[in-house]
Protein backbone atom coordinates (compact mmCIF):
# COMPACT_ATOMS: atom_id res chain seq x y z
CA UNK A 1 0.00 0.00 0.00
CA UNK A 2 0.94 3.31 -0.36
CA UNK A 3 -0.17 6.99 -0.31
CA UNK A 4 -0.38 10.00 -2.22
CA UNK A 5 0.48 13.45 -0.20
CA UNK A 6 -0.36 16.91 -1.71
CA UNK A 7 -0.47 20.14 -0.58
CA UNK A 8 -3.37 21.39 1.78
CA UNK A 9 -3.21 24.67 -0.42
CA UNK A 10 -1.96 26.91 -2.72
CA UNK A 11 -2.38 30.18 -4.17
CA UNK A 12 -1.07 32.21 -6.67
CA UNK A 13 -2.37 35.69 -8.61
CA UNK A 14 -4.75 35.52 -11.82
CA UNK A 15 -2.37 35.21 -14.94
CA UNK A 16 0.56 33.51 -12.69
CA UNK A 17 1.54 29.65 -13.01
CA UNK A 18 1.20 27.43 -10.15
CA UNK A 19 2.53 23.88 -9.40
CA UNK A 20 0.32 21.28 -7.36
CA UNK A 21 2.28 18.56 -6.72
CA UNK A 22 1.49 14.84 -5.79
CA UNK A 23 4.19 12.35 -4.10
CA UNK A 24 3.87 8.48 -4.22
CA UNK A 25 5.25 7.21 -0.56
CA UNK A 26 6.15 4.31 -1.76
CA UNK A 27 6.97 2.03 -5.51
CA UNK A 28 7.53 4.05 -8.42
CA UNK A 29 4.94 7.00 -9.62
CA UNK A 30 5.95 6.05 -12.94
CA UNK A 31 4.40 2.25 -12.50
CA UNK A 32 0.47 2.68 -12.41
CA UNK A 33 -1.14 6.27 -14.75
CA UNK A 34 -1.77 9.01 -12.24
CA UNK A 35 -4.83 11.26 -13.03
CA UNK A 36 -5.99 15.06 -11.57
CA UNK A 37 -9.48 16.07 -11.12
CA UNK A 38 -10.70 19.48 -10.80
CA UNK A 39 -13.82 19.72 -7.79
CA UNK A 40 -15.29 23.09 -7.39
CA UNK A 41 -18.09 23.39 -4.17
CA UNK A 42 -21.13 21.74 -5.01
CA UNK A 43 -20.08 20.13 -7.88
CA UNK A 44 -18.83 16.30 -8.78
CA UNK A 45 -15.25 16.08 -10.02
CA UNK A 46 -14.06 15.84 -13.48
CA UNK A 47 -11.33 14.87 -14.92
CA UNK A 48 -8.47 17.59 -15.94
CA UNK A 49 -5.75 15.19 -16.52
CA UNK A 50 -5.48 11.11 -17.31
CA UNK A 51 -2.22 8.89 -17.86
CA UNK A 52 -0.06 11.32 -16.24
CA UNK A 53 -0.25 14.49 -19.02
CA UNK A 54 -3.20 13.36 -21.14
CA UNK A 55 -6.05 16.37 -21.36
CA UNK A 56 -9.42 15.17 -22.18
CA UNK A 57 -11.48 17.36 -24.87
CA UNK A 58 -12.54 20.59 -23.63
CA UNK A 59 -9.79 21.02 -21.23
CA UNK A 60 -7.72 24.06 -21.86
CA UNK A 61 -4.19 23.53 -22.56
CA UNK A 62 -3.39 25.60 -19.50
CA UNK A 63 -3.47 22.32 -17.68
CA UNK A 64 -0.84 20.04 -18.17
CA UNK A 65 0.94 16.89 -16.13
CA UNK A 66 3.92 15.63 -15.63
CA UNK A 67 5.72 12.72 -13.86
CA UNK A 68 8.82 13.52 -12.18
CA UNK A 69 10.92 9.92 -11.42
CA UNK A 70 13.43 11.62 -9.07
CA UNK A 71 11.15 12.66 -6.28
CA UNK A 72 9.20 10.16 -7.19
CA UNK A 73 6.57 12.67 -7.57
CA UNK A 74 3.37 14.14 -10.18
CA UNK A 75 2.46 17.62 -10.70
CA UNK A 76 -0.22 19.45 -12.43
CA UNK A 77 0.70 23.33 -14.04
CA UNK A 78 -1.87 25.72 -14.40
CA UNK A 79 -1.15 28.56 -16.45
CA UNK A 80 -2.06 31.86 -17.23
CA UNK A 81 -4.64 31.32 -14.08
CA UNK A 82 -8.06 32.51 -14.09
CA UNK A 83 -10.42 32.73 -11.19
CA UNK A 84 -12.41 30.01 -12.21
CA UNK A 85 -9.62 27.68 -11.70
CA UNK A 86 -10.10 27.95 -8.13
CA UNK A 87 -11.39 25.00 -6.55
CA UNK A 88 -10.40 21.50 -5.20
CA UNK A 89 -7.52 19.26 -7.24
CA UNK A 90 -6.97 15.49 -6.19
CA UNK A 91 -4.31 13.50 -7.71
CA UNK A 92 -5.70 9.56 -8.56
CA UNK A 93 -3.35 6.37 -8.82
CA UNK A 94 -3.34 2.64 -8.26
CA UNK A 95 -2.52 0.21 -6.16
CA UNK A 96 -2.67 -3.03 -7.85
CA UNK A 97 -6.81 -2.95 -8.05
CA UNK A 98 -7.38 -0.84 -5.71
CA UNK A 99 -7.54 3.03 -6.19
CA UNK A 100 -5.64 5.38 -4.44
CA UNK A 101 -6.32 9.63 -4.10
CA UNK A 102 -4.39 11.73 -2.62
CA UNK A 103 -5.83 14.49 0.30
CA UNK A 104 -6.37 17.18 -2.53
CA UNK A 105 -5.15 20.93 -2.78
CA UNK A 106 -7.47 23.89 -2.13
CA UNK A 107 -6.13 26.03 -5.12
CA UNK A 108 -7.22 29.95 -4.37
CA UNK A 109 -6.43 32.41 -7.21
CA UNK A 110 -6.64 36.35 -5.60
CA UNK B 1 -24.20 11.24 -24.33
CA UNK B 2 -22.31 9.35 -21.62
CA UNK B 3 -23.85 10.06 -18.32
CA UNK B 4 -24.49 8.55 -14.65
CA UNK B 5 -27.52 9.96 -13.23
CA UNK B 6 -27.71 8.70 -9.30
CA UNK B 7 -30.77 7.99 -7.09
CA UNK B 8 -31.71 11.09 -4.42
CA UNK B 9 -31.17 12.23 -1.30
CA UNK B 10 -31.50 9.90 1.81
CA UNK B 11 -31.73 10.59 5.23
CA UNK B 12 -31.49 7.71 7.76
CA UNK B 13 -31.16 6.25 11.21
CA UNK B 14 -27.71 4.97 13.19
CA UNK B 15 -27.49 1.07 12.17
CA UNK B 16 -29.75 1.55 9.12
CA UNK B 17 -28.73 0.87 5.53
CA UNK B 18 -28.99 2.52 2.65
CA UNK B 19 -29.13 1.78 -0.94
CA UNK B 20 -27.83 4.57 -3.74
CA UNK B 21 -28.56 3.64 -7.97
CA UNK B 22 -26.43 4.81 -10.61
CA UNK B 23 -28.13 5.05 -14.04
CA UNK B 24 -25.71 4.61 -16.92
CA UNK B 25 -26.55 5.71 -20.55
CA UNK B 26 -24.72 6.25 -23.71
CA UNK B 27 -22.01 3.53 -23.70
CA UNK B 28 -21.94 -0.44 -23.35
CA UNK B 29 -22.45 -0.39 -19.73
CA UNK B 30 -20.90 -3.86 -19.13
CA UNK B 31 -17.26 -3.02 -20.92
CA UNK B 32 -16.84 -0.17 -18.09
CA UNK B 33 -16.31 -0.97 -14.07
CA UNK B 34 -18.54 0.99 -12.44
CA UNK B 35 -16.49 2.86 -8.85
CA UNK B 36 -17.84 4.39 -5.55
CA UNK B 37 -16.52 7.09 -4.26
CA UNK B 38 -17.50 9.20 -0.66
CA UNK B 39 -16.73 12.26 0.14
CA UNK B 40 -17.31 13.59 3.97
CA UNK B 41 -18.25 17.04 4.68
CA UNK B 42 -15.40 19.23 4.07
CA UNK B 43 -13.16 16.14 3.53
CA UNK B 44 -11.12 14.67 0.50
CA UNK B 45 -12.37 11.71 -1.69
CA UNK B 46 -11.90 8.40 -0.22
CA UNK B 47 -12.56 5.17 -2.56
CA UNK B 48 -14.95 2.21 -1.54
CA UNK B 49 -14.19 -0.20 -4.27
CA UNK B 50 -15.65 -1.32 -7.44
CA UNK B 51 -17.62 -3.60 -9.51
CA UNK B 52 -17.52 -4.99 -12.52
CA UNK B 53 -20.95 -4.85 -14.42
CA UNK B 54 -19.64 -7.93 -16.76
CA UNK B 55 -19.18 -10.26 -14.43
CA UNK B 56 -20.77 -9.12 -10.52
CA UNK B 57 -17.22 -9.40 -9.85
CA UNK B 58 -16.19 -6.90 -6.87
CA UNK B 59 -13.59 -5.66 -5.07
CA UNK B 60 -14.45 -3.49 -1.80
CA UNK B 61 -11.98 -1.84 0.59
CA UNK B 62 -11.34 -3.28 3.40
CA UNK B 63 -12.37 -0.82 5.59
CA UNK B 64 -15.74 -1.60 4.35
CA UNK B 65 -15.88 -5.05 3.71
CA UNK B 66 -19.09 -6.49 5.68
CA UNK B 67 -20.99 -3.55 5.09
CA UNK B 68 -21.01 -2.69 1.93
CA UNK B 69 -22.45 -4.54 -1.06
CA UNK B 70 -22.08 -3.61 -4.92
CA UNK B 71 -24.66 -5.05 -6.87
CA UNK B 72 -25.83 -4.19 -11.36
CA UNK B 73 -29.04 -5.04 -13.00
CA UNK B 74 -27.59 -4.76 -16.70
CA UNK B 75 -31.08 -4.83 -18.04
CA UNK B 76 -31.85 -1.78 -16.74
CA UNK B 77 -28.05 -0.83 -17.16
CA UNK B 78 -27.40 0.70 -13.17
CA UNK B 79 -25.16 -0.18 -10.73
CA UNK B 80 -25.93 -0.04 -7.10
CA UNK B 81 -24.55 0.66 -3.88
CA UNK B 82 -25.54 -0.88 -0.45
CA UNK B 83 -24.04 0.01 3.31
CA UNK B 84 -25.71 -1.09 6.19
CA UNK B 85 -25.34 -0.65 10.04
CA UNK B 86 -25.03 3.01 8.78
CA UNK B 87 -23.25 4.95 11.37
CA UNK B 88 -23.10 8.70 12.07
CA UNK B 89 -19.24 9.37 10.21
CA UNK B 90 -21.12 7.67 7.15
CA UNK B 91 -22.56 11.22 6.34
CA UNK B 92 -21.41 11.65 3.44
CA UNK B 93 -21.38 11.95 -0.64
CA UNK B 94 -21.77 9.46 -2.44
CA UNK B 95 -20.41 9.03 -6.38
CA UNK B 96 -20.46 6.32 -8.57
CA UNK B 97 -18.01 6.92 -11.52
CA UNK B 98 -17.04 4.74 -14.62
CA UNK B 99 -13.22 3.39 -15.39
CA UNK B 100 -12.06 5.29 -18.00
CA UNK B 101 -10.80 1.87 -19.90
CA UNK B 102 -13.41 -0.29 -22.09
CA UNK B 103 -12.54 -3.84 -20.84
CA UNK B 104 -9.69 -1.82 -19.03
CA UNK B 105 -8.71 -0.83 -16.05
CA UNK B 106 -6.14 1.93 -14.21
CA UNK B 107 -6.89 4.77 -16.37
CA UNK B 108 -9.07 7.17 -14.30
CA UNK B 109 -12.46 7.86 -13.64
CA UNK B 110 -13.53 9.25 -16.71
CA UNK B 111 -17.32 10.38 -16.09
CA UNK B 112 -18.68 10.92 -12.55
CA UNK B 113 -22.23 10.62 -11.41
CA UNK B 114 -23.57 13.60 -9.55
CA UNK B 115 -23.69 12.25 -6.32
CA UNK B 116 -25.88 11.18 -3.57
CA UNK B 117 -26.05 13.00 -0.08
CA UNK B 118 -26.67 10.11 2.66
CA UNK B 119 -27.08 11.64 5.93
CA UNK B 120 -26.94 9.07 9.28
CA UNK B 121 -28.88 10.97 11.95
CA UNK B 122 -30.94 9.92 14.89
Known amino acids: NFMLTQPHSVSESPGKTVTISCTRSSGSIAINYVQWYQQRPGSAPTTVIYEGSQRPSGVPDRFSGSIDSSSNSASLTISGLKTEDEADYYCQSYDISNVVFGGGTKLTVL | QVQLVQSGAEVKKPGASVKVSCKAS????????IHWVRQAPGQGLEWMGWINPNSGGTNYVQKFQGRVTMTRDTSITTAYMELSRLRSDDTAVYYC???????????????WGQGTTVIVSS
Open chain 2, 26 to 33: GYTFTGYF
Open chain 2, 97 to 111: AREGSYNGYGYGLDV
